[in-house]
């Protein structure tokens, strides 16, 4: 059983984890939402203009064994081999951080109807802004009291998307329309991003070491502070244990600015039309594709960095004849003299090459209205969405296809049937 005040150990001999819980985490979260808008109504014309806001503040505390020493409590976690200590894992704990972010929405809406074509055309302007707040840590016991200052603007994005929506009514007689929309949308953000480069999660939060339980108390007897060999615990395996060492960070071209934050663009071409008092069907097709797509650049290392070697593959009847006992090559190793070292840059990925995600699909639906206000309705989805490049690494991904079947009566779904089939 593990409890709060106990170590976590994970035996690899065993292959079970027990004794302790190990890492625990304390999360709060504030959100406040406003929309306000005004509509302007004359006959065929109709405006409309609003703003929505809303902000978020976010906390998030982890404490490892945080209980007095005496109960177990050492920011630690054992690793046991068939019930040995062979080594262990030292925390510095506490760790906490505190975001903040700020999401606007300024929008205006217009529509027009002449005859039998009716027009909706749509701006809306989109500004978020997140930020890591000065942070002050108690000490623990492995570590002592730590403040971070302040991170602004990670990040400040601004966008301005538009919405074009158009419907005509094909025959004239209300029972059959053609309609067309192509709008803009940017990713949802809340606080994800300044927690990524928050100045507290840069710390170096644990370490290992290797630990000989020479007395056999279960207990490692050595000053986890020093970084060196100590009694019973071999060296830090990371001798920047507990220090601010930031390795990733983003680029200013990327993390403010106009049209940086990540999109999408929705495409649709439908038509609705009534068969009959009380049956209608819908069939559209649909395309969303992706854009500002990210990726993460070690500076550190270039190509001249990593040297090629081959393997021997083994002799078997069962690898093709041109692989069994020949030669790979084209593989890559990083030189030792690189190894480890990080300096990340997090970056557009357009530089790098094009990367693309793109979803066509196509939908039919029926509603059929039957007494006693009870309405069947159901419809069919056929979809391919397909990603390339730097990203997300070429693989093209078909699916899903879905078929469903529902009876509603007023607000309650009182039957549903369905089927699923992925092609992939």
């Not at 979260?29 to 976010?58: C, I």
């Amino acid at each position: 059983n593990a409890q709060n005040d106990k170590v976590s150990i994970n035996d690899t001999g065993l292959g079970f984890t027990y004794h302790g819980t190990g890492t625990r985490s304390v999360t709060q979260s504030h959100t406040f939402n406003g929309r306000f808008s005004v509509s302007y109504v004359t006959g065929a014309h109709q405006l409309k203009m609003g703003l929505f806001v809303m902000t978020d503040l976010g906390s998030h505390k982890t404490y490892s064994n945080r209980g007095p020493l005496d109960a177990g409590g050492l920011p630690v976690s054992y690793t046991f081999l068939n019930g040995v200590p062979t080594g262990l894992t030292q925390y510095a704990s506490p760790l906490g951080t505190k975001i903040t972010s700020r999401d606007y929405g300024l929008f205006v809406q217009d529509q027009w109807r002449v005859k039998r074509l009716t027009v909706n055309v749509g701006l809306r302007y989109d500004q978020i802004i997140e930020r890591a707040a000065k942070t002050y840590l108690d000490g623990g016991v492995l570590i002592g009291p730590r403040l971070f200052d302040k991170v602004d603007n990670v990040p400040n994005w601004k966008d301005v998307n538009p919405r074009v929506g158009v419907a005509y009514d094909l025959f004239g007689d209300g029972k059959t329309a053609l309609k067309f929309g192509v709008n803009r949308y940017v990713i949802a953000a809340t606080i994800g991003v300044a927690t990524t480069f928050a100045p507290a999660n840069s710390t170096v939060s644990s370490t290992t070491r290797s630990w000989v339980d020479a007395n056999r108390n279960f207990l490692p007897d050595c000053n986890l502070i020093n970084t060196a060999i100590d009694g019973e615990c071999g060296p830090m395996a990371n001798a920047n244990f507990g220090k601010l060492v930031v390795t990733t960070n983003p680029d200013p071209d990327w993390i403010t600015g106009w049209g940086k934050r990540g999109y999408n663009w929705q495409m649709s071409v439908s038509i609705d039309r009534e068969l009959m008092r009380g049956v209608a069907v819908n069939a559209g097709y649909f395309r969303t594709w992706y854009g500002n797509f990210t990726v993460t650049d070690n500076l550190a290392v270039t190509p001249a960095d990593y040297d090629p070697y081959c393997i021997t593959a083994p002799v078997d009847p069962r690898l093709p004849s041109n692989i069994s006992g020949q030669q790979i090559c084209g593989l890559y190793d990083i030189k030792p003299s690189k190894f480890g070292q990080v300096n990340n840059l997090v970056t557009l990925a357009k530089d790098y090459g094009k990367p693309t995600e793109v979803y066509n699909g196509a939908d039919v639906n029926f509603a059929i209205r039957l007494a006693n206000g009870a309405t069947l309705s159901g419809g069919w989805n056929v979809g391919t969405s397909i990603q390339t490049g730097v990203s997300a690494g070429g693989r093209p991904n078909r699916g899903p296809t879905t078929a469903s079947w529902w009876i509603r009566r007023s607000s309650c779904i009182t039957a549903m049937f369905g089927t699923r089939i992925s092609i992939g």
